[in-house]
């Protein structure tokens, strides 16, 4: 009882890193109908840059994630100025598959400076919230791991308001369904994008800055976070961050399961043939028709 | 009718001017011999000379994923199947290969052949459930194969886990010297490679080349227009990953070691990268980009060792500029090049100015009429020469012409003794809670033009698309001559004769108006992709397009894009397609909206003629023109049959009036 309650907790844990990841996928895709794979790069940066300002340079933490968050906020802000911009533009000719390709170049450049600049070793920002873990009887909670808990639903709960409940998230939904459309009745389609940009690839940062004392990142960190948060969104039917928020959950849940119950070493596989077997035997219910043709 | 008989016909020394164009383009050089011959004497050049050198390795090594990207552009960039399965195929064959070589010490080129039917074998059995899926449901689901195999080798003792899997034996079997071992085997890789890009790019300019352009661009047009989709989908899912195991095996061969991040999902993405710089569509470029790539990483300085910033600038730039990647660059510039030179020469740059294009039914009214009313050889060749002509109840065209528009009113009247062509019977469409077909019944014969009409909203757009087959009635049968096809899947529809076009154009953008036609014409119930790579049908169904478009009299059209053509035009390449084939039903939805009136009543002229020798049934909101060309009229009101009469009734009947005139 004590290890199933214990691999829940951590489950929930791993889960909401891939929620977080997995609504900032969504959120874009829904404004700009492009996914976006460089959303773990923009978490990679965070931890690093911070790690990097902090324990290398010795600025003090507060200004070391100013500068990195700023840094993140004005380099997304460029790039939608001068790729998305063209990009976007072309886009309803071509397709989701190539714009897919422009993030994910976008996604190998990031890891390419951070190399240059962070080196390859395994670093961390440093915690924002030290001490023992919290126990509650036989249970233990990381601190880190509540923060992390903590900013995941606050970011997915944060969206998912905001999309349901306010004029400025219609005005984004109705950019993603139809630009012209949404530019007719007077909707600032490339602001909606650019904002939302700039807002996931920030939010991503604070979060790898809040996460990297659990898991530690490389400059290679940030694909495979991406990927996992583009599954996790995958099965949240790509538009719903609320789903997507869930999905990440679950999908952490059922890992640390497996993991725990099933095989150490082959609990990964058997999970990702599971979550592949759900695809392939109820596409609709997941959503992905709607993801694609809407 | 009399001075439509007596018209002139321009129609066929236009279709044959057309066809015999196209021909002349084509027969000069056989199809997918450039791109070989180009792969065959460059590579066996660099292997020859550079061969014993770090140059050359690092060729022999971008060979081997040239193999796997050649794939790529056929299944993922040119027919958009976008399946992640290269990578792990690519481990498939080269970790296939190794265990053979060092377990049962079989030499790497014996075991190549066995590795590459077992990957078929098991991409067959693989594909045939990941291939139901499609667009993201694809992908996600088969993002998932890197995942479990790089879980899996890593794992796994007998792979050698993290570690890798080394091999004794070396492709090309030469125990002298190294020297020949290189030579030998690069020599090797770069035929697999000119072989492989010979059957990708035969494909590709094959009839089946052209289904999969359709394809890639639009599933759900794809299967109304007769391609099995189900079985492309699942054919070029077998054909990626043979390829890629192909390369794996070439890769083995050649490196001597399988390390375990060849299946790893990065190196699945580096393939994709290779790819798109190359160009996504084109064989050769999709061989380039693999090149470009590997001499960037093994260029030993600042590039290689900062390769990711070099990838991804280099990919966001060529993509900017071109997303059809290095070869679209190639492309667009040659044809600039061509374009200034044919300035600077005589001729006009283009088959048909833009001045040709305005009206296109114009000219054509009389021929197209000609042609069906009288039994225009050109036509009635077209009909025998079609897919459905393995039907034996292709209605004789003379015959329904000599039966005139009159006769065809008599077949409905004598309906109820034969078989009706198609019946609809008690079909209901039900979404969630919403019924939007309520117990429709209706019958149609051989020949004549009915007309569906209803308000928005009505079930119209759906009970076509039941009868198309593209949606499945949730009660109720559908029967075309008396057989029940209920459960058939579009593109067999199509093959019993069963012809549509759609309320929104669904032409293929990018190709010519010739291909757009000759899309319908591929008549290829039996083919596979791999029977294509020995003879091509493409240009017989180019032929049948071009007489289909002679006998609308749009035979100037054919060489343009679609893309740049004005909607009636575009409306009028849509029905040539229908009509290509010539079905024995043909369902248009809406084709006047959007239209002049001039348009119309050419519109409706044409329909008439139509009418005569094979069954219309229309969708329209237009009623002048639906009482104007119609012999039966149904009304559809909220799913619910609420009028089926003749024009006359039509026209007084109240409950018509209150429902569409607003009265």
Redesign the interface.
């Known amino acids: 009882m004590m290890k199933l309650g214990n691999l829940i907790i951590a489950g929930i844990i791993t889960g909401s890193i891939y929620a977080t990841f997995a609504v900032c996928v969504a959120v874009w895709y829904r404004v700009s109908n492009i996914l976006n794979l460089a959303v773990g790069d923009f978490a990679m940066v965070g931890a690093l840059g911070v790690d990097n300002l902090y324990r290398v340079k010795g600025l003090p933490l507060p200004v070391a994630i100013i500068t990195t968050l700023a840094v993140v906020a004005v380099f997304a802000y460029l790039y939608d100025l001068v790729v998305l911009r063209i990009a976007q533009d072309r886009r309803q000719m071509e397709g989701i598959v190539v714009t897919f390709f422009f993030t994910f170049a976008l996604s190998f450049f990031i890891d390419g400076v951070a190399k240059m600049l962070f080196g390859t070793d395994v670093h961390a920002a440093p915690g924002l919230w030290n001490g023992n873990s919290l126990t509650l009887g036989s249970l233990h909670f990381e601190r880190a791991g509540i923060l992390v808990l903590a900013c995941a639903v606050i970011i997915g709960g944060a969206f998912w308001v905001y999309i349901r409940y306010t004029l400025g998230g219609k005005a984004l939904e109705a950019s993603g369904e139809n630009v012209v459309g949404a530019r007719i009745v007077g909707i600032d389609t490339r602001r909606y994008r650019l904002w939302i940009f700039i807002g996931t690839a920030v939010i991503a940062a604070i979060f790898g800055i809040v996460e990297s004392p659990i898991t530690g990142f490389t400059y290679l960190s940030g694909a495979t976070i991406s990927l996992t948060g583009f599954i996790a969104a995958a099965y949240g039917g790509f538009r719903k961050p609320g789903r997507a928020l869930l999905a990440g959950l679950f999908i952490g849940v059922l890992e640390a399961l497996l993991g725990g119950y099933v095989s150490a070493e082959y609990g990964d596989t058997v999970l990702y043939a599971i979550l592949a077997t759900l695809i392939l035997a109820w596409p609709r219910g997941l959503g992905f028709e709607s993801a694609v043709s809407g | 009718m009399s001075e439509f008989l007596t018209a002139p016909a321009p129609a066929p020394s236009l279709a044959g001017r057309a066809s015999s164009r196209v021909t002349a383009l084509t027969a000069r050089v056989p199809r997918g011999l450039t791109p070989t011959v180009v792969v065959v004497v460059a590579g066996a050049l660099i292997v020859l000379i550079y061969g014993q050198q770090y140059t050359g390795s690092v060729f022999v090594l971008a060979a081997c994923y040239a193999i796997v990207t050649a794939g790529m552009a056929v299944q993922i960039g040119f027919s958009?199947q976008?399946a992640f399965s290269q990578s792990v195929f690519m481990g498939v064959g080269a970790y296939g290969v190794a265990l053979l070589n060092t377990n049962f010490n079989m030499p790497v080129l014996v075991a190549t052949p066995i590795v590459i039917v077992g990957s078929a074998l098991a991409a067959l059995i693989l594909g045939s459930?990941?291939t139901?899926?499609?667009?993201?449901?694809l992908a996600?689901?088969?993002?998932?194969?890197p995942?479990?195999a790089v879980?899996?080798v890593s794992?796994s003792g007998y792979l050698g886990g993290a570690v890798g899997a080394p091999l004794t034996g070396t492709l090309w079997p030469s125990q002298s010297s190294t020297a020949a071992q290189l030579v030998g085997g690069g020599l090797m890789v770069v035929a697999m490679l000119a072989l492989v890009v010979f059957i990708a790019a035969r494909i590709l300019a094959s009839d089946i080349g052209l289904e999969l352009f359709v394809l890639g661009v639009d599933e759900r047009t794809a299967a109304a227009l007769g391609v099995r989709t189900p079985r492309r989908k699942l054919e070029l899912f077998v054909l990626g990953c043979v390829f890629a195991a192909l390369g794996g095996a070439a890769y083995a061969g050649t490196q001597q070691f399988v390390p375990e991040t060849i299946v790893d999902?990065?190196a699945e993405?580096a393939l994709?990268?290779m790819l798109?710089i190359g160009g996504?569509r084109s064989v050769i470029g999709a061989v380039i980009g693999a090149l470009i790539i590997q001499y960037l990483q093994g260029a030993s300085n600042w590039v290689s060792v900062?390769?990711?910033?070099?990838?991804?600038?280099?990919?966001?730039v060529i993509?900017?500029v071109d997303?059809e990647g290095l070869a679209g660059i190639v492309t667009t510039g040659m044809k600039w090049v061509s374009g200034r030179l044919r300035l600077g020469g005589a001729g006009r740059p283009g088959g048909a100015g833009p001045a040709d294009e305005v009206h296109p039914a114009v000219s054509s009214v009389p021929s197209a009429v000609a042609g069906a009313g009288a039994g225009d050889p050109v036509a009635a060749g077209a009909v025998a020469n079609s897919p459905f002509d393995t039907v034996p109840v292709t209605p004789d065209p003379v015959s329904a012409a000599t039966a005139g528009l009159s006769g065809a009113t008599g077949v409905t009247g004598a309906s109820g003794g034969g078989t009706p062509l198609l019946e609809v019977r008690a079909v209901s469409k039900e979404y969630g809670g919403l019924s939007v077909l309520q117990d429709v019944t209706l019958a149609l014969p051989e020949r004549g033009l009915f007309a569906l009409c209803g308000p928005n909203g009505a079930g119209k757009t759906t009970l076509l698309n039941v009868i198309g087959g593209s949606v499945p009635p949730s009660h109720g049968q559908v029967l075309l001559n008396g057989t029940d096809i209920t459960r058939q899947p579009p593109h067999q529809r199509f093959y019993q004769g069963i012809s549509r076009t759609f309320q929104a154009v669904h032409l293929i953008?990018g190709r010519t108006v010739l291909d757009n036609v000759a899309v319908s014409c591929l008549s290829s119930t039996t083919s596979s992709i791999i029977t294509r790579v020995g003879r091509s049908r493409l240009e017989d169904a180019r032929r049948k397009a071009a007489r289909a478009l002679a006998d609308l009299g749009m035979a100037d059209l054919a060489n343009r894009e679609v893309s740049s053509l004005t909607l009636e035009t575009q409306r009028m390449v849509e029905l040539a397609r229908a009509l290509a084939p010539g079905p024995r039903l043909l369902l248009l939805d809406e084709p006047a909206s959007g239209l002049s009136e001039d348009q119309r009543q050419r519109l409706a002229v044409l329909l008439t003629s139509l009418a005569e020798r094979t069954c219309v049934l229309l969708v329209e909101h237009d009623l002048a023109l639906v009482a104007q060309v119609s012999e039966r009229i149904f009304v559809l009101s909220g799913g619910l049959l609420v009028f089926d009469g003749g024009p006359a009734d039509f026209r007084s009947s109240p409950v018509v009036n209150s429902l569409l005139v607003g009265s």
């Open positions: 958009q976008i459930v990941v139901r899926a499609s667009g993201l449901a996600v689901a088969t993002l998932m194969l995942l479990i879980g899996y794992g999902p990065t993405l994709l990268i798109f996504r900062n390769i990711l910033v070099v990838e991804g600038v280099l990919l966001t993509l900017l997303p953008n």
